[in-house]
């Protein structure tokens, strides 16, 4: 299967809930092995005290609350992922202000959670777990936002998402199974003007 992807356009700061249509959850989710794949983030406001949303289907105005991917307030800045009534603390924190890549994968037998360097591809941080609590339970229908919810205003990610990848895992040849291939699309990390420049407090974007 292909890797199904949106992109926002560069130098645009997120400052609102950002629905995402079409998200091939049922698709993806569903298969051995799958990944989740942040392709560039920067966290503007490094002291923001809120939740940090980063993409997932919480706090939704139809009430379901399946699946996400966040960052803890400040000062810990830390990762989480959740699925159904399940959060793990990855542990993964963010740091400092450079631009960095974001993979959740499902491996068949244990999900991983790998941070990197956007620029050099290094592997900062990682994190596995073999419980299947984090895989077993996603529900692949609802709503799908990224850096914000639809029913909770008072969580927002103060900084860029420049772009959200899922895929099947096995057949992608964008990531390597050592999270080190020089072949991931680095993006337009010089063009992206880190002033912002704001857009709607809603938009939505077809996956």
């Given at each position: 299967?292909?890797v199904?992807?949106y992109?926002?356009?560069a130098?645009e700061l997120v400052?609102g809930?950002?629905?995402?249509t079409?998200?091939?959850?049922?698709?993806?989710?569903?298969?051995?092995?799958?990944f989740l794949y942040?392709?560039q983030f920067?966290?503007?406001k490094?002291?923001?005290t809120?939740?940090k949303?980063?993409?997932?289907?919480?706090?939704?105005?139809?009430?379901?609350?399946?699946?996400?991917?966040w960052?803890?307030?400040?000062p810990?800045?830390l990762?989480?992922?959740r699925?159904?009534?399940?959060?793990?603390n990855?542990?993964?924190?963010?740091?400092?202000?450079?631009?960095k890549?974001?993979?959740?994968?499902?491996?068949?037998d244990?999900?991983?959670?790998?941070?990197r360097d956007?620029?050099t591809l290094s592997?900062?941080k990682?994190f596995?777990?073999?419980?299947?609590?984090y895989?077993?339970?996603?529900?692949t229908s609802?709503?799908?936002?990224?850096g914000?919810?639809q029913e909770?205003s008072?969580?927002?990610?103060?900084?860029y998402?420049?772009?959200i990848?899922i895929?099947?895992?096995?057949?992608?040849?964008?990531?390597s199974?050592?999270?080190?291939s020089?072949s991931?699309?680095?993006?337009l990390?010089s063009n992206?003007?880190?002033?912002?420049?704001s857009f709607a407090?809603s938009?939505?974007?077809?996956?």
């Open positions: 299967m292909p199904v992807s992109s926002l356009l130098g400052s809930v950002i629905t995402i079409n998200f091939p959850g049922s698709t993806y989710f569903n298969v051995t092995p799958w942040i392709t920067y966290i503007n490094f002291d923001d809120r939740w949303p980063i993409v997932g289907s919480m706090y939704t105005t139809e009430g379901t609350s399946s699946w996400g991917l960052i803890s307030p400040s810990n800045n990762i989480h992922w699925v159904g009534a399940y959060t793990i990855t542990n993964i924190a963010i740091s400092d202000q450079n631009w890549q974001l993979i959740v994968k499902f491996t068949g244990s999900l991983q959670v790998v941070l956007h620029n592997v900062l990682s596995s777990t073999t419980s299947s609590t895989w077993t339970s996603i529900v609802g709503v799908v936002t990224s914000g919810w909770n008072g969580e927002g990610f103060p900084g998402i420049a772009g990848q895929g099947d895992y096995a057949t992608n040849s964008l990531i199974n050592s999270f080190s020089s991931i699309e680095k993006g990390t992206i003007s880190t002033s912002g420049i407090s938009r939505t974007v077809t996956l």
